[in-house]
């Protein structure tokens, strides 16, 4: 029989910790022990924790999220873990359904269930839904490089067994951001996932600060500073994982076939954390690999460099990344062809910037596209032909609202 062990690391979040406390507790399979970790709160947490005698408060200095959650793993006493984000909702089946699904999945060490987003307006008003944003639906043996390319589960949504914890080891408590998507990361590296395929929690949207003490940043520096700590956790990845954990679960390097797959799978989840340096370091190494055509699977994994969930802004702000893949592009046929997927991700960006009324951003993408691909266009099995016209150009150089 297998118990469960709730933790919600929280700090100064007394506002919306009981909607947090009253989910986990309104559960239809309810959880074995939960586990408040205050971790040197300044405002009303202890005064809401008492409100609630389920649960065990455990208050410790301010040492952040990661030595919250490491001081939570020596007290439970679950044989799983499911850790809830204090300012998160959790459906009422959320633990019956990850549970289920582990159950149904023995040789998974931990499962995983979608989320939706919602944001409660400051002035009273109802409550705006947006659905999950960013999701992949994937076979195990590809989560973890789906989850290298972008994290798309949540810890909320997530339950962990207990060996599979003491496999991973402790939080990284280096990082003030990403912790829980390095240890996603460092999960799936030795263990397969379960999938569940419902909204198991709502993750809240707010505008208040994050961090603490000299820590604290406003909700505006949020996505840099993702960015940021993404950038240190795939440097390290870049440089000390084998290259094999590059290509779908199972899967080794046979050859120069396979060694250029992982290659190129590589540098395209460096490109989405805007390394770029590394990714062309990859790319270059698959260009000169062999002569052979990319295969089909070669170019539908190109075409995903650009498509981050953070944009591409960088390729127009920095001339260097363009020259460097237009260098890419020149050492090869595969090389030219290579970048050329590459460049295909732009499309739907350009077409999304003229939605928005951005046909400057449009324009300046698009000439950087005719840039990468014009090497690749006499080749037979590039994506094909330029897809622009003239008429598409002319839209491009149109000012808003006209």
Not at 237 to 257: A, K, M
Not at 318 to 342: F, K, M, P, T, Y
Request: aromatic share 8%; charged share 25%.
């Amino acid at each position: 029989m297998h118990s469960t062990s709730v933790v919600i690391p929280t700090y100064n979040r007394a506002s919306l910790l009981a909607d947090t406390l009253n989910s986990v507790l309104a559960q239809t399979r309810q959880p074995d022990e939960i586990l408040l970790i205050d971790d040197g709160s300044t405002d009303d947490t202890p005064a809401i924790a008492a409100r609630y005698p389920q649960v065990r408060y455990v208050r410790t200095e301010n040492q952040g999220k990661s030595a919250a959650i490491n001081h939570a793993m020596t007290l439970m006493t679950g044989t799983r873990l499911w850790v809830v984000d204090d300012d998160d909702i959790v459906c009422p089946d959320a633990l019956a359904k990850l549970s289920a699904a582990l159950e149904a999945n023995p040789s998974a060490g931990f499962s995983y269930g979608r989320h939706d987003r919602f944001t409660d307006p400051a002035d009273g008003g109802a409550r705006i839904w947006q659905d999950t944003g960013y999701w992949r639906d994937c076979h195990p043996r590809d989560f973890l490089i789906a989850t290298m390319e972008d994290m798309f589960t949540h810890q909320s949504g997530m339950l962990f067994d207990k060996t599979l914890l003491d496999a991973i080891g402790p939080f990284n408590t280096a990082l003030r951001r990403s912790v829980d998507y390095d240890y996603i990361l460092r999960a799936a590296r030795i263990s397969t996932g379960a999938a569940c395929p419902s909204v198991v929690f709502h993750q809240r949207q707010h505008d208040g600060d994050r961090g603490a003490g000299a820590n604290k940043f406003p909700v505006s520096e949020l996505v840099r500073r993702w960015i940021q700590h993404d950038q240190i956790i795939f440097g390290r990845i870049h440089d000390s994982w084998p290259l094999d954990e590059f290509l779908p679960r199972g899967e080794t390097i046979d050859g120069p076939s396979s060694r250029r797959q992982a290659l190129i799978q590589r540098g395209v989840v460096m490109a989405r954390k805007k390394l770029w340096d590394l990714a062309m370091q990859d790319f270059a190494m698959a260009a000169t690999l062999m002569e052979r055509e990319l295969s089909d699977t070669e170019r539908r994994l190109a075409r995903r460099g650009t498509q981050s969930k953070y944009g591409i802004q960088e390729l127009l702000d920095n001339h260097v990344i363009g020259q460097g893949l237009r260098d890419v592009a020149s050492l090869s046929s595969v090389g030219a062809e290579l970048i050329g997927e590459l460049a295909t991700g732009f499309r739907w960006r350009i077409r999304d910037e003229l939605t928005r009324c951005h046909p400057r951003t449009a324009s300046r993408l698009l000439q950087l596209y005719i840039t990468l691909t014009s090497s690749a266009f006499h080749n037979p099995h590039a994506s094909d032909s330029p897809w622009y016209s003239d008429d598409f150009l002319a839209t491009t150089h149109k000012s808003p609202g006209k």
